[in-house]
């Protein structure tokens, strides 16, 4: 099975590989098919815009994988200027961020609001399969339980395609995401509650792309 992950991010790429390892699928990418067009993402939340980029990519191959992701300070108000939400790349409409000018922009927003914030991630998963769309996303509530710190101090080491994994720690260990050996969860209920969500997303994957 052929499947187009559609994105031009390599750990994105690689999150994918890893969560459907061990099912016979050949993997894609937009760099692979040269596509260099993009939708308009204008959805409300990073559920909507997966479900975007999935139908505009099913143009191009009949089986694709997208995902979106918000960034959010729980602190802050939904509403709030400040919060990155669903333009991490794009705060306040401004022209897209390479990876170390988001970890610049992110660290001075992080030292005008004290120099550290607790934040989370809210993730949108959507599959095209020969024209149907499934998606999924879980909600807020389950998702704070997975938040941690971001700093204004950036850690030399980088991820590439996630680049504020340089400004995030563990809030258990207090050690940066992109330190070796660093697990991100370390507590026996973070670490069921991420094998839960991983299990569900494998699980929905699956069934969206007929495993």
Same mark, same amino acid.
């Given at each position: 099975?052929?499947?187009?992950?559609?994105?031009?991010?390599?750990?994105?790429?690689?999150?994918?590989?890893?969560?459907?390892?061990?099912?016979?699928?050949?993997?894609?990418?937009?760099?692979?098919? /040269? &596509?260099? @067009?993009?939708? =308009?993402?204008?959805?409300? *939340?990073?559920?909507?815009?997966?479900?975007?980029?999935? +139908?505009?990519?099913?143009?191009?191959?009949?089986?694709?994988?997208?995902?979106?992701?918000?960034?959010?300070?729980?602190?802050?108000?939904?509403?709030?200027?400040?919060?990155?939400?669903?333009?991490?790349?794009?705060?306040?409409?401004?022209?897209?961020?390479?990876?170390?000018?988001?970890?610049?922009?992110?660290?001075?927003?992080?030292?005008?609001?004290?120099?550290?914030?607790?934040?989370?991630?809210?993730?949108?998963?959507?599959?095209?399969?020969?024209? /149907? &769309?499934? @998606?999924?996303? =879980?909600?807020?509530?389950? *998702?704070?339980?997975?938040?941690?710190?971001?700093?204004? +101090?950036?850690?030399?080491?980088?991820?590439?395609?996630?680049?504020?994994?340089?400004?995030?720690?563990?809030?258990?260990?207090?050690?940066?995401?992109?330190?070796?050996?660093?697990?991100?969860?370390?507590?026996?209920?973070?670490?069921?509650?991420?094998?839960?969500?991983?299990?569900?997303?494998?699980?929905?994957?699956?069934?969206?792309?007929?495993?």
């Amino acid at each position: 099975m052929k499947v187009l992950i559609g994105t031009t991010n390599p750990s994105k790429v690689k999150r994918f590989e890893e969560l459907l390892e061990g099912n016979d699928i050949e993997f894609c990418t937009l760099k692979d098919l /040269k &596509i260099e @067009s993009e939708p =308009e993402e204008r959805g409300r *939340t990073p559920e909507e815009n997966a479900i975007i980029k999935a +139908k505009y990519y099913g143009q191009f191959f009949d089986m694709v994988i997208c995902n979106d992701s918000g960034l959010y300070f729980d602190h802050l108000p939904l509403k709030d200027d400040r919060q990155p939400g669903l333009n991490i790349r794009t705060p306040g409409g401004c022209e897209r961020l390479d990876d170390e000018a988001m970890i610049t922009y992110y660290s001075n927003l992080i030292k005008s609001l004290g120099g550290k914030v607790l934040a989370y991630y809210l993730d949108g998963i959507a599959v095209y399969n020969h024209g /149907k &769309i499934t @998606s999924y996303m =879980e909600n807020s509530e389950a *998702t704070k339980l997975s938040a941690f710190y971001m700093i204004e +101090k950036p850690s030399a080491n980088r991820h590439p395609g996630w680049p504020l994994d340089s400004l995030s720690l563990n809030r258990n260990t207090l050690t940066y995401f992109v330190e070796k050996g660093n697990n991100k969860y370390d507590t026996k209920e973070e670490n069921v509650m991420i094998g839960e969500y991983r299990e569900r997303l494998v699980r929905f994957l699956q069934e969206a792309l007929g495993i």
